[in-house]
């Protein structure tokens, strides 16, 4: 299984922005596809996660209700969306899969760097 992220940009502050993660090979329905950031200086994050199967979500209360995470099984690709972006919201933005919402993933994609001005 291999993961690869894209769409990240700079934006300013109260934007949208999506970024994509496209999945080649099968992921198994029990698994999951999370989301993590890591800023400059600072650890990885976990952002928001799905379950492959059922499509459950769970989010870090930093993006609640202003990032949504989606997935389309037909096209093997999840998506985060992001509204109201704000500047502590840059970091560079990574697809993994493994878990839900735990730092221990089985596949990670390459990062694609999110910068939001303010």
């Known amino acids: 299984v291999q993961l690869q992220a894209s769409g990240g940009g700079l934006v300013q502050a109260g934007d949208s922005l999506r970024v994509s993660c496209t999945v080649s090979?099968?992921?198994?329905?029990?698994?999951?596809l999370n989301w993590f950031r890591q800023a400059p200086g600072k650890e990885r994050e976990f952002v928001a996660g799905?379950?492959?199967?059922?499509?459950?979500?769970i989010y870090s209360d930093s993006v609640k209700g202003r990032f949504t995470i989606s997935r389309d099984k037909a096209r093997n690709t999840a998506d985060l969306h992001m509204n109201s972006l704000k500047p502590e919201d840059t970091a560079v933005y990574y697809c993994?899969?493994?878990?839900?919402?735990?730092?221990?993933?089985?596949?990670w994609g390459q990062g694609t760097q999110v910068t939001v001005s303010s």
């Open positions: 799905i379950r492959w199967g059922y499509g459950t979500t």
């Open positions: 993994a899969s493994g878990e839900i919402a735990t730092p221990r993933q089985r596949y």
């Open positions: 090979g099968r992921l198994l329905s029990s698994s999951a």
